[in-house]
């Protein structure tokens, strides 16, 4: 079984700093896409950012020049720079990551941390 453990939420005010961190455990063969979602009250999950093994990064718009990913793959864990943070930034923060276990690939979510962001 593969756990992703999620680790940094807070609050924080506006303009504000926070860093998540995102570690995987147990047997696999490795990790494929790393990611960060949110979901915020009364609305879907939602994209934030992503990265790919050989370290190529995706954003949605309403994070780009704010956020960061990055990603250390001897210790399979993915981390989320939040600056200049906005209260719409206020969600639950999933980390998700594709894992190769016999050969399948399966996407594994993290419980989430909570990020709240005060105006």
């Known amino acids: 079984q593969v756990q992703l453990v999620e680790s940094g939420g807070g609050l924080v005010q506006a303009g504000g700093s926070l860093r998540l961190s995102c570690a995987a455990s147990g047997r696999f063969f490795s990790i494929r896409n790393m990611g960060w979602y949110r979901q915020a009250p009364g609305k879907q999950r939602e994209l934030v950012a992503t990265?790919?093994?050989?370290?190529?990064?995706n954003y949605a718009d309403t994070v780009k020049g704010r956020f960061t990913i990055s990603r250390d793959n001897a210790k399979d864990s993915v981390s989320l720079q939040m600056n200049s943070l906005k209260p719409e930034d206020t969600a639950v923060y999933y980390c998700?990551?594709?894992?190769?276990?016999?050969?399948?690939?399966?996407?594994?979510w993290g419980q989430g941390t909570q990020v709240t962001v005060s105006s």
């Open positions: 998700k990551s594709g894992v190769i276990i016999a050969g399948a690939l399966s996407d594994y």
């Open positions: 990265i790919t093994s050989g370290g190529f990064t």
